[in-house]
């Protein structure tokens, strides 16, 4: 029987996935395929609690093989040994095949769909779900498997479903919304894999977004922020960032221009979770991707 896990809490402030997995708890039947019956995770309950991205680390950064095979130095590397035990081992004999984590970001980046490692099933499921819903985004990241640090790269395939904008600790219904319905094509898509009813062309092809760098925000010596996105540049998610056009705005009124080799793309513009080490945004590259079996 093929095991499929849905998660969210990952990200203790994020609360919309964490309202979705007690709806799906309370109410199963959209846990329900022919093939399979969804598990759900709430993976960081204490961060939840105090309504906090994480404690001392971010548990989305602590499932690298190394992290998972040190002895834990904090409340998130031991929160990420238990998940790996209860629904791992990392690596080729993991007993999940599939897991779905949920999160939300403070960017204006509507539905993005993420495969953090080049996996031509969770590429499929990307471009299957963003064909039920035109207008979701491919975010795409070519990690290697044993430095990947995401929880959900203990399983077979892992697939993210980021929604924005929505603030830190809100519930929003649309967010919510889109999320429920990302995630259940998402479960709908395994169930047409393993019914053998998906007819996908030998070469498939989408277009994506690569992750390159992030950029700090303005800061002095001593570390402190002294500038903000610039206004023209707030909620630009996905837009093309050109050399020479606003990026900050300065506490002195000054703009800063984008100096750079070439036109970018960004992400994750002004994302609340980036200022605990004052990043302001993420640059991103297009790519047409193409992919086989
Ligand atoms: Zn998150």
């Known amino acids: 029987m093929i095991q499929v896990l849905i998660v969210g809490g990952t990200h203790g402030n994020e609360r919309t996935g964490v309202q979705l997995i007690r709806r799906l708890q309370a109410s199963?039947?959209?846990?329900?395929?022919?093939?399979?019956v969804a598990k759900t995770l709430l993976a960081n309950q204490l961060a939840m609690a105090n309504?906090?991205?994480y404690l001392d680390q971010d548990l989305n950064r602590c499932f690298s093989e190394e992290l998972l095979?040190?002895?834990p130095e904090n409340r998130e590397q031991s929160r990420a040994k238990e998940i790996n035990e209860q629904f791992g081992p990392k690596g080729p004999n993991t007993q999940t095949d599939w897991i779905i984590d949920l999160h939300t970001t403070t960017a204006?980046?509507?539905?993005?769909l993420i495969v953090q490692q080049?996996?031509?099933?969770?590429?499929?499921?990307?471009?299957?779900?963003?064909?039920?819903?035109p207008g979701a985004v491919i975010f795409y990241e070519d990690n290697a498997p044993t430095t990947n640090s995401f929880l959900c790269s203990i399983a077979k395939h892992g697939f993210l479903i980021e929604v924005g904008p929505v603030a830190q600790g809100?519930?929003?219904?649309?967010?919510?919304?889109h999320t429920r319905q990302a995630l259940s094509h998402a479960l709908d898509f395994i169930d047409l894999q393993l019914s053998g009813q998906l007819s996908l062309p030998s070469i498939r092809e989408a277009d994506v977004f690569q992750f390159t760098e992030k950029l700090h925000l303005p800061r002095d010596e001593s570390g402190e922020i002294i500038g903000m996105i610039h206004p023209q540049l707030q909620d630009q998610d996905y837009c093309?960032?050109?050399p020479g056009e606003p990026i900050f705005i300065l506490d002195t009124g000054e703009t800063v221009l984008f100096e750079y080799h070439e036109p970018v793309y960004v992400a994750f513009v002004n994302?609340?979770?980036?200022?605990?080490?004052?990043?302001?945004?993420?640059?991103?590259?297009?790519?047409?991707?193409?992919?086989?079996d």
Do not use: C
């Open 118 to 133: 080049n996996d031509p099933l969770a590429l499929d499921m990307a471009l299957y779900v963003q064909k039920q819903l």
């Open 271 to 292: 994302e609340a979770a980036y200022y605990d080490q004052a990043h302001g945004l993420s640059l991103m590259r297009k790519r047409h991707l193409t992919w086989t």
């Open 240 to 242: 093309k960032l050109s």
């Open 51 to 53: 309504n906090r991205r």
């Open 69 to 71: 095979s040190n002895i």
């Open 108 to 112: 204006n980046m509507g539905i993005t």
């Open 28 to 36: 199963s039947t959209e846990l329900e395929r022919n093939h399979f």
């Open 170 to 177: 809100l519930l929003r219904w649309d967010a919510f919304e």
